[in-house]
C-alpha cells in the first residue's frame, strides 16, 4: 500500500530565509507526486508535481522540489520565504491511472515578519 | 470560467439527522471525489466516481454515501450524522484517471455535529 509521511506538522521560519517541507512516500510501484498548498479558509491549490524526466521540479511561487528515489522523499523547498507563504502544505502521491491521491497529514508554514 | 463549487461552506447540525453536502462542477470532468480534513491525518478518500452511475468507497467511507445521477454533481450524504463526521469536507475533479491530470479541489465544507 502506498503512504505518505510528513516529518514535521508545523515549520515557523523568519521572512526571507529558506524552508524546506519534508515528504516521504512508501509505494512499491511508480509513484507520482504532488505538492498542494492551502491558504486560510480556501481549497487544495497544485504547487508543482514529479511524473517522469528531471528529479528537480519547478512550482508556482518560486517552489521547487526534489525527487529522491533511493530516499523516497520529495523535499519542497523555497529560497527565501514571504508572509504570503503562510499555508497548509500537502504532499501526495497519485496511484498510476486510478486519479486517487493519497495525502499526507500536512504541515503548516508560518512565516514570521 | 469553470470550476467547482461546494455547498453550504458551514454547516451545524444535530447528531442523527441526514444531512447532504452538495458539489457541483463546469469543466465536464469524469472524476470527481469527496475528502475529508482531520488535524493529524490530512485528506483522506472518502467516496469517488469515475463517471455517471459510477460510485466507489474510498478509506473512510461508512456512514457516508454518494450518487452520480449526471455529470456535474457529486453530493455526498450522511446517514444519521455522528460528532466523529464533525470535520471539513472538500470535493474535487479530473479529467481523467491519467497521473498528469490535475486535480481540482472545492473551497471546503465545515461540517460541526452536535
Known amino acids: 500500500a502506498q503512504s505518505v509521511t510528513q516529518l514535521d506538522s508545523q515549520v515557523p521560519v523568519f521572512e526571507e530565509a529558506p524552508v524546506e517541507l519534508r515528504c516521504n512516500y512508501s509505494?512499491?510501484?511508480?509513484?507520482?507526486l504532488f505538492w498542494y498548498v492551502q491558504y486560510p479558509n480556501q481549497g487544495l491549490q497544485l504547487l508543482l508535481k514529479y511524473l517522469s524526466g528531471s528529479t528537480l521540479v519547478k512550482g508556482i511561487n518560486g517552489f521547487e522540489a526534489e525527487f529522491n528515489k533511493s530516499q523516497t522523499s520529495f523535499h519542497l523547498r523555497k529560497p527565501s520565504v514571504h508572509i504570503s507563504d503562510t499555508a497548509e502544505y500537502f504532499c501526495a502521491v497519485r496511484r498510476s491511472n486510478t486519479g486517487k491521491l493519497i495525502f499526507g497529514q500536512g504541515t503548516t508554514l508560518q512565516v514570521k515578519p | 470560467d469553470a470550476e467547482i463549487t461546494q455547498s453550504p461552506r458551514h454547516k451545524i447540525t444535530e447528531t442523527g439527522r441526514q444531512v447532504t453536502l452538495a458539489c457541483h462542477q463546469t469543466?465536464?470532468?469524469?472524476?470527481m471525489f469527496w475528502y475529508r480534513q482531520d488535524l493529524g491525518h490530512g485528506l483522506r478518500l472518502i467516496h469517488y466516481?469515475?463517471?455517471?452511475?459510477?460510485?466507489n468507497k474510498g478509506e473512510v467511507s461508512d456512514g457516508y454515501s454518494v450518487s452520480r445521477s449526471n455529470t456535474e454533481d457529486l453530493p455526498l450524504t450522511l446517514e444519521s450524522a455522528a460528532s466523529s463526521q464533525t470535520s471539513v469536507y472538500f470535493c474535487a475533479s479530473s479529467e481523467s484517471a491519467g497521473v498528469d491530470t490535475e486535480a481540482f479541489f472545492g473551497q471546503g465544507t465545515r461540517l460541526t455535529v452536535v
Open positions: 466516481s469515475y463517471g455517471v452511475q459510477d460510485t
Open positions: 469543466w465536464n470532468h469524469n472524476n
Open positions: 509505494s512499491s510501484v511508480s509513484v507520482y
